[in-house]
C-alpha cells in the first residue's frame, strides 16, 4: 500500500503563485507514474499533470502548460506541483495520485492511490 500526503495549499492573489507537494511512503516501489489532479465545487476532478518516476517525462493538460511545472525528487519520493501566474479558473481541491499502471493516463479512474487533497483558492 502507498500512502500520499498533500501540503502546500492556501489562498493567492490572481497572477502569484504557489508549490504543492506530495510525499509517497509505503510501497513505493509500485508507482509507475504520479499526477495531480483539481476538483471544483460542483466539477468533475480533473487532470492537471503527471510525472513518470523513473525518467521524469511530464504531461500536462493544455490549459496549465507555460505556468504550472511538475517534479519529483526521488530521494525524497516526493513530487511537487509549481504553479504560476494563477488565475481565478485554479480554484479547487487539488489532489495527487499514484498509478501502477505500465503507461501514463490521464483517467482519474485508472489511478490507484490518492492523497487527502489541498485547497488552493486564487482571488481574482
Known amino acids: 500500500q502507498v500512502q500520499l500526503v498533500e501540503s502546500g495549499g492556501g489562498l493567492v492573489q490572481a497572477g502569484g503563485s504557489l508549490r504543492l507537494s506530495c510525499a509517497a511512503s509505503?510501497?513505493?516501489?509500485?508507482?509507475?507514474?504520479m499526477g495531480w489532479f483539481r476538483q471544483a465545487p460542483g466539477k468533475e476532478r480533473e487532470f492537471v499533470a503527471a510525472?513518470?518516476?523513473?525518467?521524469?517525462?511530464?504531461y500536462y493538460t493544455n490549459s496549465v502548460k507555460g505556468r504550472f511545472t511538475i517534479s519529483r525528487d526521488n530521494a525524497k519520493n516526493t513530487v511537487y506541483l509549481q504553479m504560476n501566474s494563477l488565475k481565478a479558473e485554479d480554484t479547487a481541491v487539488y489532489y495527487c495520485?499514484?498509478?501502477?499502471?505500465?503507461?501514463?493516463?490521464?483517467?482519474?479512474?485508472?489511478?490507484?492511490?490518492w492523497g487527502q487533497g489541498t485547497q488552493v483558492t486564487v482571488s481574482s
Open positions: 510525472i513518470r518516476w523513473s525518467d521524469g517525462s511530464t
Open positions: 509505503g510501497h513505493t516501489f509500485t508507482i509507475y507514474a
Open positions: 495520485a499514484g498509478d501502477r499502471g505500465m503507461v501514463v493516463v490521464t483517467p482519474a479512474a485508472r489511478y490507484d492511490y
